[in-house]
């Protein structure tokens, strides 16, 4: 079974540029979620989609990050402007909830730095 | 809100036994976990723990869970240089299976 994927492994920029950060979940697990991972924290939920519908996005900074599920498959999660304070691992995770099995599988996830 | 609390660092020798402490406030938590992160790699899923369980034991891993005191253990026995990593506890949620994050133990395992 393929893992999460995602892309790009790793990525600088000057602040105030763009990113984008892509995600390929496992085939069929309608839950997907987008974690960013601070040095020396844990991770923390930015947005949760269940199928391509916005479920949990309370921690997401609106007025920079942005996310979207089309198709309720692959996802991308964007931030413009950047700033230094966004220099973080950006994992992404799914699941299938309801089926009994409650584990949420991670990729790899991208590593932003913000100069 | 929830929050899950961690001890920062741990140091065993190997062969030894570590135990990893975690409390938690959601007590309608469903699932416990562990996690385990070496660096430069994503969340490997350890074990995890059916609220309703009061201990799970998988090979050299014990999970306890004191329902009471909102307090999860890990127990690793016989700990090897490889378990050198960072743990996680984390707690789902009942509703939205949402996953909260601890801020990870890192364990050091001295040869």
């Known amino acids: 079974e393929a893992g999460v994927a995602q892309s790009p492994r790793y990525k600088i920029i000057e602040k105030r540029q763009s990113v984008a950060f892509w995600c390929n979940p496992i085939?069929?697990?309608?839950?997907l979620y987008w974690y960013q991972q601070i040095l020396g924290q844990g991770p923390k939920l930015l947005i949760q989609f269940q199928n391509n519908g916005v479920v949990d996005d309370s921690q997401l900074p609106k007025d920079r990050f942005s996310a979207e599920r089309l198709k309720g498959v692959d996802s991308t999660l964007k931030i413009q402007p950047a700033k230094l304070e966004d220099s973080a691992v950006y994992l992404c995770?799914?699941?299938?909830?309801?089926?009994?099995?409650?584990?949420?599988?991670f990729g790899q996830g991208t590593r932003l730095t913000v100069v | 809100g929830e929050d899950v609390e961690q001890s920062l660092f741990l140091s065993v020798r190997e062969g030894d036994s570590s135990v990893i402490n975690c409390t938690y406030t959601?007590?309608?938590?469903?699932?416990l976990y562990w996690y385990k992160q070496e660096p430069g790699a994503g969340l490997q899923l350890l074990t995890y723990?059916?609220?309703?369980?009061d201990m799970k034991q998988d090979q050299r891993l014990t999970v306890l869970l004191n329902k009471k005191d909102k307090h999860l253990s890990l127990r690793i026995a016989d700990t090897q240089t490889g378990d050198s990593a960072i743990y996680f506890c984390a707690e789902m949620d009942t509703g939205g299976f949402k996953t909260i994050f601890g801020a990870g133990t890192r364990l050091f395992v001295k040869a």
């Open positions: 959601d007590s309608s938590s469903t699932y």
């Open positions: 085939s069929g697990h309608a839950t």
């Open positions: 995770a799914s699941s299938t909830p309801g089926t009994g099995e409650p584990e949420a599988f």
């Open positions: 723990i059916f609220s309703n369980m």
